[in-house]
């Protein structure tokens, strides 16, 4: 059974730590190495709609949010710029659009490195890639708080919108807007329960900039282990090797990114 986001703070009041078991023993021993997003797919497909994979968890099993669930809240990525950290941003792109039908499931995204979304802008999911230094960036994310506030008072309906903010560090100049800002916050904090979903990825040192209070307002966190820290998970985990702490419901999870 693949591991769902939502199911874990489903059980969780706020009150005390979550108790989720996470076994220790690898499904598939001989898959030391990540799997790709295709094999994983194919292994524990189909999945049901509004699937996106985030990664793979300490059992071989896959981690996933479901997006027709908002209890996780929005999704906040910290990093510094890391092959594993293009690849758990590029797994969840990739899977949302391969799982679910453009009706379902529809992206944008802005980034200060379009160029890693390429192969997002074909697919028929995409809605825009965006450079953080258009105006058109603000916009968007001005529309997208216009629609949560129209869906929340039943006037509009439509699919699932994930906004996807990559570097949040290029984007913080564009919240000198405050109506920027005041949408964005909208976005955070009303999105997910009414279908827009933002991701948005940041430095650590982010959490200290002028806006980094915004941070704060995420419900789920995936943050990159360091190097130290990584190697305490090895040693406690032997063989597993997970490149990310996922903290949610007051519980953290280890999972590794998938190999493109």
């Not at 802005?110 to 997002?120: G, T």
């Not at 996807?164 to 564009?174: G, V």
């Not at 419900?219 to 990159?224: K, P, R, Y």
């Not at 406690?236 to 190999?259: C, H, K, Q, T, Y």
Request: hydrophobic share 40%; with cysteine; aromatic share 8%.
């Amino acid at each position: 059974m693949v591991t769902n986001f939502a199911d874990l703070p489903a059980i969780w009041d706020g009150s005390t730590p979550v108790q989720v078991p996470i076994s220790t023993h690898v499904k598939n021993p001989s898959r030391v190495s990540a799997p790709t997003l295709t094999s994983i797919l194919h292994e524990f497909g189909p999945f049901p709609a509004y699937s996106m994979v985030i990664g793979q968890c300490v059992d071989g099993l896959p981690f996933m949010l479901g997006l027709d669930n908002p209890r996780p809240g929005a999704l906040l990525i910290v990093g510094e710029h890391s092959p594993a950290k293009e690849a758990i941003l590029s797994t969840m792109s990739r899977s949302a659009c391969r799982i679910n039908h453009p009706e379902e499931v529809c992206w944008s995204v802005i980034s200060s490195s379009p160029h890693r979304y390429r192969k997002l802008v074909d697919s028929p999911h995409c809605q825009a890639v965006i450079s953080p230094y258009e105006r058109a960036a603000g916009s968007l994310v001005v529309e997208l708080a216009s629609i949560i506030e129209q869906r929340r008072f039943g006037r509009e309906g439509g699919g699932t919108h994930v906004l996807m903010i990559d570097n949040f560090q290029s984007f913080i100049p564009m919240l000198s807007d405050y109506s920027v800002y005041l949408n964005l916050k909208t976005l955070i904090t009303k999105g997910p329960s009414v279908g827009i979903w933002p991701l948005i990825s940041a430095k650590p040192d982010d959490a200290y900039s002028e806006q980094g209070h915004l941070l704060r307002s995420f419900g789920t966190f995936i943050f990159e282990k360091n190097e130290q820290s990584a190697r305490g998970m090895r040693s406690s985990l032997s063989i597993f090797e997970s490149d990310f702490n996922v903290i949610v419901g007051g519980r953290l999870i280890p999972i590794r990114s998938l190999a493109s």
